[in-house]
């Protein structure tokens, strides 16, 4: 049998509070998600002055970047490039500020940010994933 890591309730408590030390030090105001590698939430922080579609897209990026081991970023991309069929795709959030978490070379979830700039968004899910090491 097969044994690979996983997130815990106080890895995501980690991610979590450095992600959102991360939008406090730049007075951003965000939702932070964070999903397993099944896409299912784990952990969800709305700051102060969040707004709900916020969270809403949060867990969507975050699903993304966990179900295709990829950073929403890269969805984005090929759309830009002109891959419009990738629009079809289901369940796809292709809008940067979702990332995957990967520990070990495993995929083990996901951290999707929504609130500020979509560049930001990543930043802060970067700097909540790089708590583990």
Do not use: Y
């Not at 450095?18 to 590698?37: C, F, G, M, P």
């Not at 990967?102 to 996901?110: A, D, P, Q, R, Y």
Request: charged share 25%; proline share 4%; hydrophobic share 40%.
């Amino acid at each position: 049998m097969k044994t690979r890591p996983m997130l815990t309730l106080d890895d995501c408590r980690k991610i979590s509070a450095a992600a959102e030390q991360e939008a406090k030090k730049n007075n951003w105001i965000v939702s932070i998600a964070i999903l397993d590698d099944g896409g299912h939430l784990l952990h969800l922080v709305r700051m102060d002055g969040a707004s709900p579609f916020n969270a809403r897209t949060a867990i969507a990026k975050g699903k993304t970047a966990a179900e295709t081991r990829r950073s929403t970023l890269v969805w984005e991309e090929r759309i830009k490039g002109g891959r419009n069929s990738m629009l079809g795709m289901p369940k796809i959030t292709p809008v940067q500020g979702g990332l995957p978490i990967v520990i070990e070379g495993t995929c083990v979830g996901g951290v999707g940010v929504s609130g500020v700039q979509s560049h930001e968004d990543e930043q802060i899910a970067a700097a909540g994933i790089k708590v583990l090491g």
